[in-house]
């Protein structure tokens, strides 16, 4: 019934800006937090960034502190996270989730280096 459907990869230089979105349903933005993960080639998945469903500051992972920024449009149920001076491996998959552990993944969206 609720899920989330990230959305906003594509082929980006090193140094350029890309936003990433991520689609809700149902009443997952009042109920739930929302992470963005990201899995390098040859690294594991690891956690960059979390939109409380609180007040509280959000989460930012040392590597993207001051580059990334993510946020919520609660009007259109939406979550974005919008990634400067990107560093790109050959292939980055993002993903957003509620971090819960019995909460399954989905499908990603790539983040790829053109150059």
């Known amino acids: 019934q609720v899920q989330l459907v990230d959305s906003g990869g594509g082929l980006v230089q090193p140094g350029a800006s890309l936003r990433l979105s991520c689609a809700a349903s149902?009443?997952?933005?009042?109920?739930?937090?929302i992470g963005w993960y990201r899995q390098a080639p040859g690294k594991e998945r690891e956690l960059v960034a979390v939109?409380?469903?609180?007040?509280?500051?959000?989460y930012y992972v040392g590597s993207v502190k001051g580059r990334f920024t993510i946020s919520r449009d609660k009007a259109n149920n939406t979550l974005y996270l919008q990634m400067n001076s990107l560093k790109p491996e050959a292939t980055d998959v993002y993903y957003c989730?509620?971090?819960?552990?019995?909460?399954?993944w989905g499908l990603g969206t790539q983040v790829t280096d053109s150059s």
């Open positions: 989730k509620i971090p819960l552990s019995l909460v399954s």
């Open positions: 939109s409380n469903n609180s007040d509280a500051i959000p």
């Open positions: 149902g009443r997952i933005f009042s109920i739930y937090n």
